[in-house]
C-alpha cells in the first residue's frame, strides 16, 4: 500500500509543479501539445533514420477502417498479426518471424509512453488502445529503436492519439453492423488564443466473432495543453478505459472446429480490464539548436480474468466444461519520467544531432488466484497471491554524423539497469511468504548510416543488440527462488532502401536476427501446457521484407507489402520430447505474408479493396504437421481475405461510412494457441454516419 500511496503523490505533485510554473501567456504562434515521437509525421521523418521504418497516416487510417490497433498494422511490411478475438483486445503483433505471444517481443507506446501494462512484471499486452482515437502509427525497425526500451527485439511501435483541432469543433460517429456491432464516436476539441484542448468518448459493442464473445468497451481521453511564451510548451493527457468482454482461453478441438469453427463453450468466462493514465508532457527550446522534453506517466490497470475449468474428451473429440472457475485476478501501478535533450551542433565542419536520454521507471503487480465452486462465482479460495515488482533506469546516448549533405552515420547506446523482485504468500494453496530478487544491467549498442545516393533513393543499414528482459514470474520461481533465465539477447542486422518519386514510395529491407539466447515461450498463451520460460539458445531469422505505394492514375492506387522470412529456426541443440530440434522452424513465423489495397479517391469518394494472405505456419517446436485432436498442435494452414471500405462525403459536414470484413466469410484457423483452434474474424459489414459541427 505504501507504494500506492507514493506512486499517487508522485503524480499529483509533478502536476502540480508543472501546471503551477506554467502560466500561460500570449505567443506569437499558436500552442502545440509537445510528445515523444518515434518517428514524426513530415514526409522527411525517415530520410535520416537508419534503420527500416512506416507512419500509418490519418488519411490511411480513414481510408481503411481498420477494426483495431492490430487490424492497422497489417498495412506494415514485416508485421505477421494472430488473431485469437478478432477485436484486436488482446494484440499479438509478431515481426520478422518473431513469436507474436501477445506482442512480447515488441515495445508499444502511446504518445511516446509505454502502454504495456506490465514492461517488467509482465509484457502480456492485455490491453490496447482503441484504434478509433489515433492520429497516426509510427512503427521503427533497426538501430532507430534503441531511444526507445525495454523489450525492442522486433522494434517500437507508437500510437499517436489526435490532436486538438485548430478551429473550435468536434464530431459525431455512428456504426452499427452485424453480429451485434454498434459504436458511437463523440470528440470536441480547439484551439483558443495559446490554449487548446479536446475530449472524446467512444462506446463499442457487439457479439463478439464467436458464440459466447460479447464485449463492451467504454473509452476517455481529455488532451490538453498551452504554451508559455514563444519557447516553451506543457501538455497533459488524461485516459480511462473500461472493458467488459467474454474472452477465454479456450479454442477448439479439430472435431469441434469441423463440426461448428465459431462455437465456443466456455460461456462464463469473462475479462475486466479498467486502466487510468496520466502523461504529462513539457517541452522548452532552450536555444535554437537545444531542445529539452519532459514525459511524465502514470498508469493503474486491473485484469481480473474468470475462467471455467475445462477438460478435452478423447473419447468424444470435444472438451468438456467442469462446472467451477479460476479468477486470475491482477493490478499494476506503473510510473515513470523520460527526460531528453536534443542538440544540434557543429564540430570540425561537420554538421551533428545528438540526442540524449534517461528514463527511470517503477512498477508494482499484484497477483491472485481463486478457485470457485461454480461456473460463475466470483469469490472462493486464495490458491496462489504473491508480489512482483521491478524499477528500471535506462539512459540512451546517439550522435548522427552528417558527413556530408547525403551521407550520415549515426552511432548510440542504450543501458538498461532493472532490478526484479517477487514476493509469494501462498501458491499452490500453501503458505509460502518468500521472496527473491534479481538484478541485470544491458548494454545495448548499435550503429547505423544512410546514404542518399540518388533524389528518390536512400540506402540504410546498421546492426545494433536487440534486448528483451524475462518476466518477473519466470526470473524468480513459485517457491520464491531466482532462476538462472538469461535476458533475451540477438545481434540484428539491416541493410535496406527507400525513396519517393513522384508517383512511387518504397522500402525493400533484408534483415537478420541472429539470437545468441531466445527465450522459449512455454506459457498457455503460447501454445504450451507448462507455465515455464526456459533459455531456448541460439536461433536464427532472416529474410526480406517490401512496401511499395503507387499513383496509378485517375483517382486509383496501389499499396502493398511482402514479407519472406526464409530463414527462422533454432540454430543449436535443443532437445523436445527426447529429440534434438535443431533446424526446426520457429512456430508462429510464416515464410509469406503479403497484403495489397487498391484504393480509388476521387471528389467525395473514397474507397479500397483489401486482400491479405498469410502462409503455412507450424504451431510448436516440434513442427508437428498433423492436427491433434485436442486441437493444440499442428500445422496451421495459409489462407487469404479480402476486406472493403469506402466512405461518401454527403455535405462539408457528413459523411456516410462503410466497411466489410472477411468479405467471402471464409473459416479459417489463425492460432492454435492458447488452448485449441482458433478461427479468423468472420464477415463483419458496419455502416455508419459521420456528422461534425
Given amino acids: 500500500m505504501e507504494y500506492r500511496r507514493t506512486s499517487v503523490a508522485f503524480t499529483v505533485v509533478s502536476a502540480?509543479?508543472?501546471?503551477?510554473?506554467?502560466?500561460?501567456?500570449?505567443?506569437?504562434?499558436?500552442?502545440?501539445?509537445?510528445?515523444?515521437?518515434?518517428?514524426?509525421?513530415?514526409?522527411?521523418?525517415l530520410d535520416f533514420v537508419p534503420g527500416s521504418g512506416q507512419v500509418i497516416t490519418r488519411e490511411e487510417l480513414e481510408t481503411f477502417k481498420p477494426l483495431s490497433s492490430q487490424d492497422a498494422l497489417r498495412r506494415v511490411p514485416g508485421v505477421n498479426i494472430v488473431e485469437t478475438e478478432g477485436y484486436g483486445f488482446h494484440p499479438r503483433i509478431g515481426v520478422r518471424g518473431l513469436n507474436p505471444d501477445m506482442s512480447r517481443k515488441v515495445?508499444?507506446?502511446?504518445?511516446?509512453?509505454?502502454?504495456a501494462l506490465g514492461?517488467?512484471?509482465?509484457?502480456?499486452?492485455?490491453?490496447?488502445?482503441?484504434?478509433?482515437?489515433?492520429?497516426?502509427?509510427?512503427?521503427?525497425?533497426?538501430?532507430?529503436?534503441?531511444?526507445?526500451?525495454?523489450?525492442?527485439?522486433?522494434?517500437?511501435?507508437?500510437?499517436?492519439?489526435?490532436?486538438?483541432?485548430?478551429?473550435?469543433?468536434?464530431?459525431?460517429?455512428?456504426?452499427g453492423g452485424n453480429r451485434g456491432y454498434r459504436s458511437v464516436l463523440a470528440e470536441y476539441g480547439g484551439t483558443w488564443d495559446n490554449a487548446m484542448g479536446s475530449i472524446s468518448y467512444l462506446r463499442k459493442e457487439g457479439d463478439g466473432a464467436r458464440q459466447n464473445n460479447e464485449f463492451r468497451v467504454d473509452d476517455v481521453v481529455v488532451k490538453g495543453g498551452f504554451g508559455i511564451g514563444h519557447n516553451q510548451f506543457v501538455g497533459a493527457k488524461i485516459t480511462y478505459y473500461d472493458r467488459e468482454s467474454q474472452n477465454t482461453y479456450l479454442g477448439l478441438t479439430q472435431r469441434e472446429f469441423e463440426e461448428t469453427p465459431r462455437m465456443n463453450r466456455a460461456a462464463n468466462d469473462r475479462m475486466e480490464v479498467k486502466r487510468y493514465s496520466v502523461d504529462l508532457n513539457h517541452e522548452i527550446h532552450l536555444t535554437p539548436n537545444l531542445t529539452w522534453s519532459n514525459l511524465?506517466?502514470?498508469?493503474?490497470?486491473?485484469?481480473?480474468?474468470?475462467?471455467?475449468?475445462?477438460?478435452?474428451?478423447?473419447?468424444?473429440?470435444?472438451?468438456?466444461?467442469?462446472?467451477?472457475?479460476?479468477?486470475?485476478?491482477?493490478?499494476?501501478?506503473?510510473?515513470?519520467?523520460?527526460?531528453?535533450?536534443?542538440?544540434?551542433?557543429?564540430?570540425?565542419?561537420?554538421?551533428?544531432?545528438?540526442e540524449f536520454g534517461v528514463r527511470v521507471h517503477s512498477e508494482e503487480m499484484t497477483n491472485q488466484r481463486i478457485d470457485g465452486v461454480t461456473p460463475t462465482d466470483r469469490s472462493g479460495t486464495i490458491r496462489e497471491d504473491d508480489l512482483r515488482e521491478a524499477e528500471a533506469v535506462a539512459f540512451f546516448l546517439q550522435n548522427r554524423f552528417h558527413i556530408t549533405d547525403r551521407f550520415a552515420v549515426t552511432p548510440g547506446l542504450r543501458v538498461e539497469s532493472y532490478r526484479q523482485e517477487r514476493t509469494i504468500h501462498r501458491w499452490a494453496n500453501a503458505r509460502v511468504e518468500e521472496s527473491a530478487k534479481t538484478s541485470n544491467t544491458e548494454w545495448v549498442p548499435g550503429i547505423g548510416a544512410t546514404y542518399a545516393f540518388h533524389d528518390g533513393a536512400i540506402l540504410f543499414g546498421g546492426v545494433h543488440r536487440g534486448f528483451a528482459p524475462p518476466r518477473v514470474a519466470d526470473a524468480v520461481s513459485n517457491v520464491g527462488e531466482a532462476v538462472d533465465l538469461n535476458a533475451e539477447r540477438s545481434t540484428n542486422y539491416e541493410i535496406g532502401l527507400r525513396g519517393r518519386l513522384p508517383r512511387l514510395t518504397y522500402e525493400i529491407t533484408g534483415f537478420r536476427y541472429d539470437f545468441s539466447n531466445q527465450i522459449i515461450q512455454s506459457s498457455e498463451s503460447g501454445g504450451a501446457a507448462g507455465n515455464v520460460l526456459t533459455n531456448a539458445g541460439e536461433t536464427l531469422n532472416q529474410g526480406f521484407?517490401?512496401?511499395?505505394?503507387?499513383?496509378?492514375?485517375?483517382?486509383?492506387?496501389l499499396d502493398a507489402?511482402?514479407?519472406?522470412?526464409?530463414?527462422?529456426?533454432?540454430?543449436?541443440?535443443?532437445?523436445?520430447g527426447g529429440i534434438d530440434r535443431k533446424g526446426n522452424r520457429l512456430p508462429y513465423a510464416p515464410k509469406n505474408v503479403a497484403n495489397a489495397a487498391l484504393t480509388y479517391r476521387q471528389g467525395p469518394v473514397r474507397a479500397a479493396v483489401h486482400y491479405q494472405y498469410v502462409d503455412e505456419q507450424f504451431s510448436d517446436f516440434a513442427n508437428t504437421v498433423e492436427g491433434s485432436p485436442n486441437g493444440r498442435t499442428g500445422i496451421i494452414p495459409s489462407y487469404s481475405v479480402w476486406n472493403l471500405s469506402g466512405d461518401y462525403q454527403l455535405t462539408p459536414s457528413i459523411a456516410l461510412e462503410a466497411s466489410v470484413k472477411n468479405l467471402l466469410d471464409k473459416d479459417y484457423i489463425s492460432s492454435r494457441a492458447p488452448e485449441g483452434i482458433f478461427t479468423g474474424t468472420p464477415r463483419l459489414v458496419m455502416a455508419g454516419v459521420r456528422m461534425a459541427f
Fill in 119 to 175: 514492461p517488467y512484471t509482465d509484457p502480456s499486452s492485455y490491453y490496447s488502445p482503441p484504434i478509433e482515437r489515433m492520429e497516426r502509427v509510427e512503427v521503427l525497425k533497426g538501430s532507430g529503436s534503441l531511444r526507445y526500451g525495454p523489450s525492442t527485439i522486433g522494434g517500437a511501435i507508437n500510437y499517436v492519439t489526435k490532436n486538438p483541432p485548430y478551429e473550435p469543433g468536434g464530431s459525431v460517429t455512428l456504426t
Fill in 107 to 115: 515495445l508499444l507506446l502511446e504518445d511516446g509512453a509505454p502502454i
Fill in 16 to 45: 502540480l509543479l508543472v501546471m503551477g510554473l506554467a502560466v500561460p501567456v500570449l505567443a506569437e504562434e499558436p500552442a502545440k501539445l509537445p510528445t515523444i515521437d518515434v518517428i514524426g509525421s513530415t514526409a522527411e521523418a
Fill in 296 to 354: 511524465i506517466y502514470f498508469n493503474n490497470a486491473v485484469r481480473d480474468w474468470w475462467r471455467e475449468g475445462h477438460a478435452f474428451d478423447a473419447a468424444t473429440g470435444y472438451n468438456v466444461m467442469q462446472g467451477n472457475t479460476g479468477g486470475r485476478l491482477r493490478e499494476w501501478y506503473i510510473m515513470g519520467a523520460d527526460s531528453r535533450l536534443e542538440l544540434a551542433y557543429d564540430t570540425f565542419g561537420i554538421y551533428n544531432e545528438a
Fill in 561 to 576: 507489402n511482402w514479407t519472406h522470412v526464409a530463414t527462422a529456426k533454432l540454430d543449436s541443440t535443443r532437445i523436445i
Fill in 545 to 557: 521484407e517490401i512496401g511499395v505505394g503507387v499513383d496509378l492514375l485517375w483517382g486509383f492506387g
